[in-house]
C-alpha cells in the first residue's frame, strides 16, 4: 500500500509531467524522436493527455451535461488504453469545475454515457461514427483521426513537423452545445468554422 505522503509526491510529479507536457507542446517542442519511436510515442501520449486535462477549463458545459450538482466531470475513453491508464492515475483525487473527476473506460458499443468528454483513440477510427453518434448530447468529442472533424468531432490531434497539435471544429461545438474559449482557439492549428 502507498504511503500518503508517497502518494502526495507521485500525484505532485504527474501534475508536473503533465503541465511539463502542456507547455512543451505549446512551445512547439518537438518530439524527441532521435531517441526512438518508443520514447517518441510515450511524449506523444503524454502530450495528448495533458492537453485532454487542459481542455477542461476551456469549454463551457450546459448544465444539461451534467446529472446533478455532486456529478463528477467524466472523460470516457475509446481505445488508447495506455493514455486512459494515464489519465486513471493523474485523477485519482483531484477535481475539475468543483466536480470529482473520473476517467471511464469503453467496454461496449455504447458504454460511453454520463460523461462530458469522450476522447476516441486510432484504434477505434473505424467505429467514430458510431461513437459520435451514441455519445451524450453535450459531450466534447476528441479525436486523432484523419477525418476526425469530418466525422463529428469538435476537437482533433494532429501531428504536423513533429508537434502535437489540434483542429477544431466550431460548428461540431455548437451542434453539441458547448462554447470553446477564444484562447483556446487562438492556440489551435486550425479553426473551422463551417461544414467541413
Not at 7 to 24: D, E, G, S
Not at 61 to 71: Q, S
Not at 162 to 181: D, K, M, P, T
Request: proline share 4%; hydrophobic share 50%.
Amino acid at each position: 500500500m502507498i504511503q500518503p505522503g508517497r502518494r502526495r509526491r507521485l500525484a505532485a510529479r504527474a501534475a508536473c509531467l503533465m503541465a511539463a507536457a502542456v507547455l512543451a507542446c505549446l512551445a512547439g517542442t518537438q518530439f524527441a524522436r532521435a531517441a526512438g519511436d518508443e520514447t517518441a510515442a510515450l511524449i506523444e501520449r503524454r502530450v495528448k493527455a495533458a492537453m485532454l486535462y487542459r481542455f477542461i477549463n476551456y469549454v463551457e458545459w450546459p448544465e444539461a451535461a451534467f446529472g446533478g450538482p455532486n456529478a463528477p466531470f467524466a472523460i470516457g475513453i475509446a481505445g488508447a488504453d495506455a493514455l486512459a491508464a494515464e489519465l486513471t492515475e493523474f485523477a485519482a483525487g483531484r477535481k475539475v469545475l468543483n466536480r470529482p473527476l473520473q476517467i471511464r473506460r469503453r467496454s461496449a458499443p455504447n458504454g460511453l454515457t454520463d460523461v462530458q468528454m469522450v476522447f476516441v483513440g486510432k484504434e477505434e477510427s473505424p467505429h467514430l461514427a458510431a461513437i459520435v453518434r451514441t455519445a451524450p448530447r453535450n459531450a466534447l468529442i476528441v479525436t486523432e483521426s484523419e477525418d476526425g472533424l469530418r466525422q463529428g468531432s469538435v476537437i482533433n490531434f494532429v501531428v504536423v513537423d513533429g508537434h502535437v497539435r489540434f483542429e477544431v471544429s466550431l460548428e461540431a461545438a455548437q451542434r453539441r452545445n458547448i462554447r470553446l474559449s477564444s484562447r483556446l482557439l487562438s492556440v489551435a492549428h486550425n479553426v473551422h468554422a463551417g461544414e467541413l
